[in-house]
């Protein structure tokens, strides 16, 4: 009978680093073609970004597929779809500056505090308390409708370490809902339906569509003015990112602490990459890089995001989804008819407020 020497042993219970790194690799080049995938018209067209492609196709490799992976380079693809994510969404500060949030004024700050604050209180209550979904799937999902779509859902469940078929659940509702309002927006402007001079289209299409390519499809169907108004109005629910991420952080550290034994909590849950993201807004704001550097990084920004968004479909599994996937739409659209109807509201109101 043949031994097995413990060395062996440790080796093949411990990844290989040469495997993480072709799971890396392995990723990359999955994300490329999703990249190139994506830029075709008929789907660049509808504002569809690679975020959202890359997951689509890392879940039909994953449950296809999955069995033409090694499995030594899992520990690759979890890197991509965990530290990797955290470093870009980080960067993603880039991407937003001071100056840019100071042109809305207190308006467009305004509207979107009380969107995202009303959206996360609303779609945490109607998930656990209506839908009777987890935790981590209601928060995921409200964080998408509330501030940056997939963006804000994939830094919330780095932040929450929450499982991949909830991530791409409330990825889900992001497309649905989002393309919906990147299409309906337009039409009823333009119907007659919504009553909004310039600065209201602005401040509601910014307000109250999930995704950044999605608010600047739906406005520019309205004119460059309302465009530039709405994208700065997305990019501050961007910059609520961070607050939002540490506040999430603390009350994460005190529930640990309620749990835990004698009342005392483990380390606080406060995520860097909020940090980093919050400082890479003051360096964009005080123009420290050249205007090429950063565009750059941005592209690659928005790569390692794929990157990220590939790895984690590659890790949902379809039967999961299938458990909660009805519960979960159906908050996401409890979520849409606020947005719709509370983010108009609120539009209205702020508009005469600061008008």
Not at 73 to 96: D, E, H, T
């Amino acid at each position: 009978m043949s031994t097995v020497h413990p060395a062996q042993t440790l080796v093949a219970s411990k990844p290989s680093t040469r495997g993480q790194l072709n799971g890396i690799l392995f990723v990359a080049l999955f994300a490329a073609a999703v990249t190139r995938l994506s830029s075709i018209p008929a789907i660049a067209g509808l504002g569809i970004s690679p975020l959202i492609v890359g997951i689509v196709a890392g879940a039909l490799y994953g449950n296809a597929l999955r069995d033409g992976m090694p499995a030594s380079w899992a520990a690759g693809v979890n890197f991509s779809a965990r530290k990797l994510l955290r470093i870009a969404v980080a960067f993603f500060g880039l991407r937003v500056s001071l100056q840019e949030i100071a042109q809305v004024g207190f308006a467009g700050v305004t509207v979107s505090v009380l969107i995202v604050v009303s959206t996360l209180a609303i779609g945490t209550w109607a998930g656990m308390k209506l839908m009777k979904l987890d935790r981590d799937t209601a928060l995921l999902t409200a964080a998408g409708s509330a501030i940056c779509g997939a963006a804000a859902v994939l830094a919330f469940e780095s932040t929450l370490q929450s499982k991949p078929h909830q991530s791409a659940m409330a990825v889900g509702s992001v497309v649905l809902f989002g393309t919906l309002s990147m299409f309906l927006y337009p039409i009823a402007m333009h119907a007659g339906w919504l009553h909004l001079d310039t600065l209201g289209a602005g401040l509601f299409f910014g307000g109250t569509i999930h995704e950044v390519a999605q608010v600047v499809g739906a406005a520019s169907n309205v004119s460059p003015e309302a465009t530039h108004i709405a994208t700065i109005v997305k990019m501050t629910r961007v910059m609520l990112l961070v607050p939002v991420l540490l506040g999430l952080g603390l009350w994460l550290n005190r529930s640990r602490a309620a749990a835990g034994a004698g009342g005392k909590g483990g380390k606080l849950a406060v995520p860097w990459f909020a940090l980093g993201f919050l400082a890479l807004v003051i360096v964009n704001s005080l123009h420290i890089l050249p205007d090429t550097a950063t565009s750059t990084l941005n592209m690659l920004v928005t790569f390692a995001l794929t990157m990220a968004m590939t790895a984690l479909g590659m890790e949902t599994r379809i039967a999961q989804i299938r458990q909660a996937g009805p519960r979960a739409l159906a908050t996401g659209a409890i979520l849409y008819v606020w947005l719709i109807g509370g983010g108009l509201a609120i539009t209205l109101g702020v508009e005469r407020l600061f008008g």
